[in-house]
């Protein structure tokens, strides 16, 4: 504890890190530990049986029914397929996963999602004069407003002014569309 009359250093914390997707390739994964698992119970057999010395191993018995084999235009095919699929599982386990939500300009690193990106849009557009019901679609890069309104001519411009305002408020604001809903002229 600090004495009576020292002063506390006020500390903004470090803000949080965007939260990321999930891995995509889970099941790929399970099939991969499976095939590994299998691989180290050959490799554990074959450890068994040269420390016995005695018995012959699952893959020297493998091998030599192999032996016979004579190169094939279909071997070299499953190889090249092989070596793509190998690379292209690298590439989804060490590629950068995609965010899942926008960063509000705060000191805290609050963080929202598509969905509640939406419903705060839907209210911000609902609360202008004259609007009688609004639908957003919000993607990573744009968000979509379709309103429909008593029919004022300035209607769209004032929900997009208003809800451009709102979205300021995050790091980076998506770009804005703003339509009147179908049958609707404004």
């Known amino acids: 504890m600090s004495a009576p009359g020292a002063e506390r250093s006020k500390q903004v914390p470090v803000p949080a890190r965007s939260p ?6 889970t099941s790929w994964a399970f099939v991969v530990a ?3 698992l299998g691989v180290a119970v050959l490799a554990g057999q074959a450890s068994l049986v040269a420390a016995r010395g005695q018995g012959t191993s699952w893959i020297a018995t493998a091998v030599d029914a192999l032996d016979g084999l004579r190169p094939e235009a279909w071997i070299g ?7 793509l699929l190998g690379l292209w ?4 386990a060490v590629r950068p996963r995609p ?3 926008r960063r509000i300009l705060a000191a805290s690193g609050i963080h929202l999602r598509s969905r509640a990106i ?3 849009v839907d209210a911000t557009a609902r609360d202008v004069p004259g609007v009688l019901d609004t639908s957003t679609t919000v993607n990573r890069r744009a968000v979509r407003v379709t309103v429909r309104s008593t029919g004022s001519p300035d209607i769209l411009t004032d929900v997009h ?15 804005l569309t703003v339509r009147a809903s179908e049958g609707q002229r404004s």
Request: one cysteine or more; hydrophobic letters at 50%.
């Open 99 to 101: 965010r899942t939500t």
């Open 77 to 83: 095919i499953c190889g090249v397929i092989l070596a």
């Open 20 to 25: 990321r997707a999930g891995l995509a390739l």
């Open 89 to 92: 599982l690298l590439w989804q």
């Open 161 to 175: 002014d208003e809800v451009t305002r709102q979205l300021s408020a995050l790091e980076r604001p998506p770009r």
């Open 34 to 36: 499976l095939a590994l």
């Open 118 to 120: 939406a419903r705060w």
